[in-house]
C-alpha cells in the first residue's frame, strides 16, 4: 500500500484546483484513488474486528466523489481535495452512524463517528430523547479515560436547552446539540505508515464504538427520508 500517492495527489489538486488541471492529471487520479479504495477495504477488515456489522461492503461503495456542490457555496473551487469514506452498516448512508474516514494533508485527515448531519429533525430528536432517558449511560461514555484521551463530543448546538426537556438535566449541554459527532485527526506521518496506520485506526474505531452503539439504539426506528 503506498499511501504517499494519496497524499500527494490531494496536495497538488488544492493547489491547482481547476478542471484543467483535474482533466490532465487522469491517471494520478486513478492511481490515487485505487491506494485510497485498498486503504478503506483494509481499513473495513480491521473495524470488523470490533464491529463486525460493517462487513460485507465493497469500498467503491462507500467512498464519495472530489466534485464539490457549488450551487450554493462562496468558495467555487470545482473538487474538494479530500478522500472520503463513510462505514456502517448500512454503507454510506448518514443512519445508522458508522465511522467516517477522511484524507487530508496537512494534518487535516481524521477519523470521525456519531451523526454529523443535523437536518434530519426526527434523528436529533430521537437522539435528545434517548440522553434525556439514559444519562447515566451516556455519561459512562463519554467520561471513560479511553475516550477522553481521544475525543471531544462535537456537533452544531441550540443556544438553550430546547422546550419539553429538562434544563436542569445532568446532560442538558449535550441536549441543546442538534448533531453529535467525534473527530481524531490523523498525522500525515501516520498516514504514511499504511499497515501502522490501520492498527492506529482501529483501535480508534474500537474506542469510537460505544458511542456509535448509543446514538444506533436512540435512532433504531429512524427512516431516511425518501427522496422526490
Keep these: 500500500m503506498n499511501t504517499k500517492i494519496m497524499l500527494e495527489y490531494l496536495a497538488d489538486l488544492e493547489k491547482n484546483n481547476t478542471k484543467e488541471w483535474y482533466n490532465g492529471h487522469k491517471e494520478e487520479y486513478r492511481a490515487a484513488n485505487e491506494e485510497f479504495l485498498q486503504l478503506t477495504g483494509e481499513l473495513i ?8 456489522s460493517v462487513l460485507g461492503h465493497e469500498p467503491k461503495d462507500l467512498t464519495f466523489k472530489l466534485v464539490r456542490d457549488t450551487r450554493f457555496s462562496k468558495d467555487k473551487s470545482p473538487y474538494n481535495p ?7 452498516s448500512r454503507g454510506k448512508l448518514p443512519v445508522p452512524v ?28 430521537m437522539v435528545r430523547d434517548h440522553i434525556s432517558a439514559h444519562g447515566e449511560e451516556w455519561e459512562n461514555i463519554i467520561s471513560d479515560p479511553q475516550f477522553k484521551e481521544l475525543f471531544e ?8 436547552v430546547p422546550a419539553g426537556y429538562d434544563k436542569e438535566h445532568p446532560q442538558a449541554e449535550y441536549l441543546k446539540y ?3 459527532y467525534l473527530e481524531a485527526y490523523i498525522a500525515d506521518e501516520d498516514i504514511l505508515d499504511g499497515e501502522g496506520f490501520i492498527r492506529k485506526a482501529g483501535e480508534i474505531c474500537a474506542v469510537m464504538k460505544p458511542f456509535n452503539d448509543f446514538l444506533n439504539r436512540a435512532l433504531a426506528d429512524f ?6
Design 153 to 160: 463530543v462535537k456537533g452544531n448546538a441550540l443556544k438553550n
Design 82 to 88: 479530500c478522500f472520503r469514506a463513510n462505514i456502517s
Design 98 to 125: 458508522g465511522y467516517f474516514l477522511v484524507i487530508r494533508p496537512g494534518g487535516r485527515s481524521f477519523l470521525g463517528g456519531g451523526l454529523f448531519a443535523d437536518m434530519f429533525k426526527d434523528a436529533t430528536a
Design 45 to 52: 477488515c480491521e473495524i470488523g474486528k470490533a464491529d463486525p
Design 223 to 228: 427512516k431516511m427520508p425518501e427522496r422526490p
Design 178 to 180: 442538534k448533531s453529535w
